[in-house]
């Protein structure tokens, strides 16, 4: 089967590209790009006036499936993911039961190739149960698909864990995803502590509390010589934490999601539980910081941190609702705007989701290289809509964006050459 994207303006970092250009596709894979490609007996997709990128990767999601498929399932998941133009998803285990052995591994890729609109490539346990107590099998969850390892949103207390972990995901070169937060000094907080936190009347989670943690993850990472991903950075401190030990060799990643590089704790107000997340919103002071840290290198990865919840888990008092929000849909729009407010150019932006956060996962996606699989994007850079919560395809409603006005969306997204999404 051939296809053939004509006219689009084709944008591969991950090769330098940014020009008017065909793609030829073969069977699922891309055969060609150059300019003015015969079509001949291909199926013509006509890109003129769009960017075409490859599909995005988004490398922290939750799918909730096995266990959780009221808030979200790998279907819808990955309806949602291929709606906003993401063609790869690395999904963490917080499962039920949770992804710390090959039948739920399994279950997930199985899944995902049979019913699913996106890649998805699991992200397996740190420890058993995600207890922090026992490590898990990695090497046999890694041969049986996991691309890196995580606990999730519950930190490994003990030093002496997280070290053994890190040696031992080393020894195949996969990387520990970490959540940075020293728990003793969150102690039940429910946003970012400061005066917003103070008016409302709501126990707050210092800055301390993941620049502590990411200090000794770093830390532990130098040491061992292993690989470690710090997501969802939201700090000031950590960002720099981030920036010194790069410069010293360490083998260190990191992630920063819309939420924390768009809004500030000031979204609390009213007591929104669509601004409840972990880490919380902070300050103007971080907000620049994680967007300075993107501009400049220190941060690899945009990332969404995709968290569906029911309405009923966060209709409740802020201080017990649940923490987080959905993102696939609109990781494109806010990401874009970035490029609008002259804090990226727009290859920066199409690199942070695409082939940078690929090479974390060490996965064969995110460019447009010849003989790589068709996972394409056609994005209207211009085309402003609405984010409405009944035309969201994920089955969970939690985002802050409900109502917003975004610029820039995906109209066509094509998976292995088979389109998977489209819009007129």
Known sequence: MKILVKSGRVIDPANKIDEKLDILIVDGKIAELAANIDAGDCEVINAAGLLVTPGLVDIHVHLRDPGQEYKEDIISGTRAAAAGGVTSIACMPNTSPVNDNLAVTKYIISKAREQGSANVFPIGCVTKGMKGEILSEMGELQEGGCVGFSDDGLPIKDGEMMRRALEYAATFDAPIFTHA????????????????STELGLKGIPWVAEDAATAREIMLAEFTGGRLHVCHVSTKGSVELVRQAKARGVRVTCEATPHHFMLTDEAVRGYNTNAKMNPPLRSQVDVDAVRAGLADGTIDAIATDHAPHHRDEKNVEFAIAMNGIIGLETLLPLSLKLVGEKVLSLTQAIALTTCRPADILGIDRGTLSVGAVADIVLINPN??????????????????WIGATMKGLAVKTLLAGKVVHSRD
């Open 181 to 196: 937060e020293d728990l003793s000094l969150v102690a039940g907080g429910a946003m970012n502590e400061g005066s917003v």
């Open 383 to 400: 085309k402003e809509w609405t984010v409405k919560a009944e035309e969201l395809q994920s089955k969970s409603k939690n985002s802050p």
